[in-house]
C-alpha cells in the first residue's frame, strides 16, 4: 500500500468529486487514534477503488457545542485548502452528514512526533535537521500572516523519510487575531496564555519548548494541574545550564535553546524575524534550500505506527443526529472540492 502523495490526491479529488462523496465511498481499515478528547476519532481508510491509504478524522457535530468551535474547524479546512506547502499536511476531500464532520487527510505512516519520542531518542544533529524543518514551515506560515500558536509533538507528523508533515491549524492566529479558549498547552507561549497580543516570536517559543524537551528528555515544566503549568510559563524563566546538557549537546543548542524561551518576547531569539534565527550559530551549516526541497537524507527514521487491522465497510459507532436545522446550517461551508479554483481566503470570516 503507498502513501498518497499531493498531486494524486489533488487528481482523485476531482473525480471523486464527479459524484457525491460520502462514507460510501470509503472502507475503513483500522482505527489509529481516539482522540484524548475522547470524541474525535481517525481512522484509516481506503477510499473504494483506490489502495492507498488516507486517514479519516471523524468530529461529531454535537461536539462543537458553540459556533466559535464551529468555525475553527472550518477554518482549518479552509487553510489547509488554501496553504499548500510541502512541509504542511494536504487535505484530500472534506463532507459531512447529519451526525459528523469529515475530513480526510492524507496518511504519514510515522505518526506524530511525541509518539516516535517515546520510541526512540534523538541526538544534536537529528534535532537541527527537525527544527530547520520546522521552521521552514513556520516561516511560510508567517509569510502568509498565520501563527500557530500551538505547535508540539502531537501535531507534528513523520513520513517515512523522516520529512515533517505539520498539523493543527484550528487553533491558529491571523494577526494575533484568533484563539480558542480552551486549547492551552505547555509549549505556548506566555503572551497567547496571558492572552496578550502576540506576533510571529510566539511560534518560535514553542520551538524552543520543543527542543529542550527532546534535548533533555523531559518536559521544561513539572507541574499537577492546568493551573499549575499556566503559572509555571507566565512567572518562571527556564535556562538550560552547561552541566544540564545531555551527552552529546553543544552549550551552541543549549544557547539556542535559552533564547527562544524567554519570557519576553522583546528578547526572544527571533523577535526580528526568521533570518535572526538563521544567524544564530547553532542554525550554521544548515542548507535550508536542500532541506526544503527534501534532498538531504534524514537519519532519524520513524518506525511506523501501528493501527488496529479491523475491516469496517462503515465505521463501528453512530453518533447522535443533529435535529436542529439552525444548527446544521453552521457547517455549510464544512466541504472540500478540489475541482474548485481555490482563491485567497479571508481568515476573519471564521472568528
Sequence with gaps: MGVR????????????????????????????????????????????????????????????????????????????????????????????????????????????LRTQLKLQSMNEGEAKMLIAQLLIALNFLHQKRVIHTNLNPYNILLDNSGYIKLYGLHSSSCGGQFRIEDDISEYMAPEVLLREEFGFEADYYSIGV???????????????????????????????KKSELSEGW???????????????????????????????????????????EKILVNTFIPKQVPYSTTIHKQPPHTHAIVESQDFQNLFSLFQYRWDEEVKEIDYSRFI
Design 5 to 112: 502523495q499531493s498531486a494524486a490526491i489533488k487528481q482523485d479529488f476531482i473525480q471523486l468529486n464527479q459524484k457525491k462523496i460520502s462514507l460510501s465511498g470509503f472502507t475503513f481499515k483500522g482505527l489509529l487514534e481516539h482522540h484524548s478528547r475522547g470524541y474525535i476519532y481517525n481512522w484509516i481508510v481506503e477510499q473504494d477503488g483506490n489502495p492507498d491509504l488516507l486517514v479519516m478524522k471523524m468530529i461529531p457535530k454535537l461536539q462543537l457545542y458553540n459556533e466559535k468551535k464551529i468555525k475553527a474547524y472550518i477554518r482549518e479546512l479552509f487553510m489547509m485548502v488554501s496553504l499548500q506547502f510541502p512541509f504542511l499536511i494536504q487535505p484530500f476531500c472534506a463532507f459531512q452528514d447529519t451526525q459528523d464532520l469529515y475530513l480526510v487527510l492524507e496518511y504519514v505512516p510515522g505518526g506524530d
Design 250 to 292: 553543544s552549550l551552541d543548542a543549549a544557547d539556542f535553546i535559552n533564547k527562544l524561551i524567554q519570557k519576553d518576547p522583546k528578547n526572544r531569539l527571533g523577535y526580528y524575524g526568521f533570518q535572526d534565527i538563521k544567524k544564530h550559530i547553532w542554525m550554521e551549516g544548515v542548507q535550508w534550500q536542500k532541506i526544503e
Design 210 to 240: 520543543l527542543l529542550y524537551e527532546i534535548m533533555a528528555q523531559r518536559k521544561m515544566y513539572e507541574y499537577n494541574s492546568i493551573d499549575d503549568m499556566i503559572d509555571n510559563i507566565i512567572n518562571k524563566q527556564v535556562s538550560v
